[in-house]
């Protein structure tokens, strides 16, 4: 999916299979009502930040959930990858979604680190395995320069049970998109739990819920703004 001279039609059929997928293996609605439902603000507009957003099926659901949970709230989508961009734009405008309430951008964090923007919550999906160790440290330091109150980067936790189950489950979309390809080639790149706390930078902890998740977690300092 990374290459620039992958297949149109294979990566849009991708893009269209995430939600199916995160569905059942990225556990964010728990994540959520865990996590980020009691970090968001009820006196005024709260905010959240996706980065490295992809198809932007993450950020619309968190959208989704905020909302009807009564929050006022905007959230920002952000992918460097045109095309991951261009999809989460058309998907929002399919859905109906306001674009003022929901922004995709076509962005990188550390570009808004060099604006000073902040945002309530600061997370990511799958993207800490596509990352080398200065681009890994980097995104640590943007996020918390970004986040006011929370910040959550969940990943897969690389187990062998997690290809067999995985390649098993995805047999059926082989040939239809890279989902099967590109997320076994992610299981084999992501982090096993040790591994992943010994990356994060100070004051982040690293937790495993499930058999198959990472989530690395920061609490802002009680004494920032």
Same mark, same amino acid.
């Given at each position: 999916?990374?290459?620039?001279?992958?297949?149109?039609?294979?990566?849009?059929?991708?893009?269209?299979?995430?939600?199916?997928?995160?569905?059942?293996?990225?556990?964010?609605?728990?994540?959520?009502?865990?996590?980020?439902?009691?970090?968001?603000?009820?006196?005024?507009?709260?905010?959240?930040?996706?980065?490295?957003?992809?198809?932007?099926?993450?950020?619309?659901?968190?959208?989704?959930?905020?909302?009807?949970?009564?929050?006022?709230? @905007?959230?920002?989508?952000?992918?460097?990858?045109?095309?991951?961009?261009?999809?989460?734009?058309?998907?929002?405008?399919?859905?109906?979604?306001?674009?003022? %309430?929901?922004?995709?951008? @076509?962005?990188?964090?550390?570009?808004?680190?060099?604006?000073?923007? @902040?945002?309530?919550?600061?997370?990511?999906?799958?993207?800490?395995?596509? %990352?080398?160790?200065?681009?890994?440290?980097?995104?640590?330091?943007?996020?918390?320069?970004?986040?006011?109150?929370?910040?959550?980067?969940?990943?897969?936790?690389?187990?062998?049970?997690? %290809?067999?189950?995985?390649?098993?489950?995805?047999?059926?979309?082989?040939?239809?998109?890279?989902? @099967?390809?590109?997320?076994?080639?992610?299981?084999?790149?992501?982090?096993?739990?040790?591994?992943?706390?010994?990356?994060?930078?100070?004051?982040?902890?690293?937790?495993?819920?499930?058999?198959?998740?990472?989530?690395?977690?920061?609490?802002?300092?009680?004494?920032?703004?």
């Amino acid at each position: 999916m990374d290459r620039p001279d992958c297949d149109p039609l294979l990566l849009e059929r991708t893009y269209a299979q995430f939600p199916l997928v995160n569905r059942f293996v990225s556990g964010w609605r728990q994540v959520y009502v865990a996590l980020i439902r009691p970090a968001l603000p009820r006196n005024r507009t709260g905010t959240i930040l996706d980065i490295g957003c992809g198809g932007g099926d993450i950020t619309r659901n968190l959208f989704r959930w905020a909302t009807a949970d009564g929050f006022d709230v @905007r959230v920002v989508g952000i992918d460097p990858d045109a095309r991951a961009h261009d999809y989460a734009v058309r998907s929002a405008a399919k859905a109906g979604i306001d674009p003022t %309430l929901l922004e995709f951008r @076509r962005a990188a964090s550390s570009e808004l680190v060099s604006r000073g923007e @902040r945002f309530d919550v600061v997370v990511s999906n799958h993207v800490l395995h596509h %990352l080398g160790p200065v681009e890994l440290a980097g995104v640590f330091a943007d996020t918390e320069r970004l986040a006011r109150t929370l910040a959550i980067h969940s990943d897969i936790r690389r187990r062998r049970s997690a %290809l067999v189950f995985f390649g098993l489950a995805t047999l059926p979309l082989d040939r239809s998109s890279y989902i @099967r390809r590109d997320g076994l080639t992610s299981i084999r790149r992501s982090f096993t739990a040790d591994e992943l706390s010994r990356v994060v930078r100070p004051e982040w902890h690293v937790y495993s819920p499930g058999l198959y998740r990472n989530l690395a977690v920061w609490h802002a300092p009680a004494a920032l703004p």
